[in-house]
């Protein structure tokens, strides 16, 4: 049946809202006027929702003051007006910004990690680790109060309940596959029924569509709009044209991810008002305190640049800690002058046609969020009209909350008329906090074909590799899956049928043709045509015209079959997603469901449209298959074979083996583990097994299939060691679990962790593999004791708590004499403590006031090797530019005035005091390895269990 209702929820960074379309009535658009606590107590429809998450406490506020008519308790969590209002005045209770910590890489999405910056033994006010919510849980509050109050309001219609109707929600045009996964994610959570996804800049463009009934005759055939979206939380551009016929539009370019918005100029802010403050108290805000003046700064700018004219001036007050509230209060205001300076020349400065943004570290770190790197939004937006060649703009549709003030449109507007010499319009907007949510309830007639559509043809025709029957020799082929011009929304299938290949390692290569105009389906020959120039510093070879994109490299399961007989459906979604669909042959009277495999690639990521050049991963050497041969035979052969199979792979290979490539290491553990059986043979087959497969794989991560490969070694690990009396297997066995920590998963980090811990500490354990303390039992020497030390540091994704337990337990030992004679014990511990992991989330990083009472500790003992010191100490204090991860100012001076006098103590202060980039050599150090030849970790892998 089809749904009455049409609804778009527009899913803000800062304000949420929703819109729809009665269906049964005609088309009109409407606003739903959210129900939510407008104040203790107090229920009343608002057109936005807050987008603020509040988690009460105990004797936060009774529990009438937050109860709903909706439901029976009670909330744990609640959104809206009050949450807004409580969080000025207990911002530890506070989440913000959920949205952009949606597509933070750096952070497990899916672990309760908000608010953020509060850590274990944190006092007043902050939220038990148990209250925590994940970004997609905060989401999902948002949503579900949107679902709850619709059903609320409509609770008289039984055919108008929400998990029945029509959805779409709005996401940034620049959100990446994982944050748009992430928004299905939390929308499936609060109990909507399947929903499409709009971005937001194209929904923005359908409200002045709808809004406007003569839309045609207010623009030309082939003019162009630049849709100019600065959020709460990020900047999107996107450019329609009109089509030549002039009654149809097209959206031509789409801007890059910028985590850039109101969020960094609230955080602007506050670090002007603290400069002010700190001046007048001596001591800069802690972590809660700052959550705070960013709130106040975020109310006092909207207050100020809300429009009232006469509003000049606005008060910022941030409450005290401890026992001394009241007379800890912290005052500052704000000015109008101030608010509008710091946008203008921060934000919005008048720039260059040619300039471009600068490409550092990343800006703002201090609510943990990687915000760009450059502030200037009309840096980016040069960048991104230089990038595409749009041509002249003629006029701008502005959206999003942050381009409320006239003085911020009308900048953009010169901006642009200096850059092309003609000055564009603005296309005007009733309601512009509304507009993306009566978009995409627009859309939602559109795709009843009920109104315009915004079409988004690919520029690019799309092919997929296939292996063709053909003799020795044959040249590749490539099917057409999509056609040049295709339309963004369109489905289509391929009458070929075609042979997955399942359970096993495979490598699906898109291609892509800016010239060719083959039809869905046909098959080509991958080298034939002629040469392209595919964008600027384009890579096609010389004797084709079809451009190889980054592949996707993946294992498929099917249960006990190794090919299926397939079909291809090939979808371009509304978001550039090009999603293939293997669909199993059957007959037509079967009543099973046949089974149905995804794959999706990135149309616009993939098509040299980004900022930054796809580097190219280095092939493996070209005697790679003789060295595959040499390790297979060698584990056969056993003896005086495989004690001679470094020094001849090696030889083959023209290098040390610390020069191996990432590509020819992992073809060579590959070969290993082939042969993985033959470890059972003997101690000398195992040790050298795991020593040279760990040497193989480290760190885990980093190349394609890696993923598929950790767990490879996972079985080996639930196999355990074979000759385990023999001290160098069990060496081995540790090494290569540190080696190889980066691709295990949190939980299979535990239960390594689970298995070493009973060597170092009594009664402990991360609670996931109890079942092995027999283990406990066991005497290991002084040096497999130190590697076990190495890999449990080397965990990063091991819960917190347990990190404490061990770096308890390593302070204890530095606190002798002997404890300090043993190297590992400091750079395990400065491991475990480390500001800034190697590989692993943020969110598991011991926390700041925990490592700075072990630093008081380390800092009043002699050491036997000072000049071994500076950069252990460096990892335990180093600069993040996160306030929560920092440690406090008074700590951080401490132990820069101690390194600074260690021999290499330069360096190490540098580390402390700024925020700047490991070198490799002290990578390498802090790895406690070395890395494959052309391989860098970078931290932030959520790590979610395999």
Partial sequence: MTARYVIGVDLGTTNSAVAYVDTRAGTQLRVFEVPQLVGAGLVGPRRQLPSFVYLPGEHDLASHEIKLPWRPEPPRAFVGELARAQGARVASRMIASAKSWLCHPGVDRQAAILPWGQAEGDDEGAVPAGRKLSPVAAQAQVLAHIREAWDWEHRDQPDASFADQEVAITVPASFDEAARELTLAAAQAAGYPPVVLLEEPQAAFYAWIAEHAIARRQLAAGDRVLVFDVGGGTTDFTVIAVDAA??????????????????????????IVEQRLVARTGKKLDALQWHGLVHACRLGKEALLGGDASTTTHPVVVAGRGSKLIGGTLRDELTRDEVERVLLDGFFPLVAADATPSRGRGGLHEFGLPYAADAAVTRHLASFLARHQVGPIRAVLFNGGAMTPAALRQRVLDQVERWQGAAPRELPTEAPELAVALGAAYFGLVRRGLATRIRGGTARAFYVGVEHDAGAGATRKAVCVAPKGLDEGAQVELEHEFVLVTNRPVSFKLYSSTSRRDALGAVVAVGDGRAEIVDAGGGADADTDLLELPPIVTVLRARGRGQVAVRLVAHISELGMLELACVERQAAADAVAPERWRLAFDLRGGSGGGDGEATPTAPPHPRADDARALVAASFMAGGDSLAALVRELETLLEGRRDEWSTATARVLFD??????????????????????????????????????????????????I?????????????????????????GQQEQVFDRIAPALIAGSGTGAGKQLKRLAEIKPSRQELAEMIRTLASLERAPVGAKLKAGDELVQRLGSP?????????????RLGARAPLYGPINT???????????????AWDWPEPDKLAFPLAQLGRRTGDRSRDLDDDTRARLTAYVRALPG????????????????????????????????????????DA
Avoid: Y
């Fill in 905 to 944: 103590g330069e360096r190490a202060a540098v580390l402390i005091e700024q925020v700047v980039a490991l070198e490799d050599r002290e990578e390498r150090v802090a790895f406690g390895d070395s890395l494959p030849s052309g391989l860098r970790l970078v931290a932030g892998a959520d790590g979610d």
């Fill in 722 to 746: 074979v000759h385990g009396k023999s001290e160098p297997v069990r060496l081995a066995w540790w090494i290569v679990w540190r080696r190889i920590a980066g691709g295990l998963s949190k």
């Fill in 671 to 720: 070969a290993l583990m082939g042969c993985a059986a033959e470890r059972k043979r003997s101690a000398d087959h195992e040790q050298r097994w795991l020593g040279l497969a760990g040497f193989c794989l480290r760190p885990g991560v980093g190349a394609q299939l890696d993923a598929w490969r950790a767990r490879q070694m996972w079985g080996v690990f639930n196999e355990g």
């Fill in 246 to 271: 002039g009654d149809g539009f097209e959206r031509t370019a789409v801007g890059d991810h910028l985590l850039l918005g109101g969020d960094n100029v609230d955080l602007t802010l506050a670090k």
């Fill in 818 to 830: 002997k404890g300090r004679q043993e190297p590992v014990h400091l750079w395990a511990l400065a």
């Fill in 845 to 859: 990083v011991v926390p700041a006031s925990k490592v700075a009472a072990w630093l008081g500790a380390l800092l």
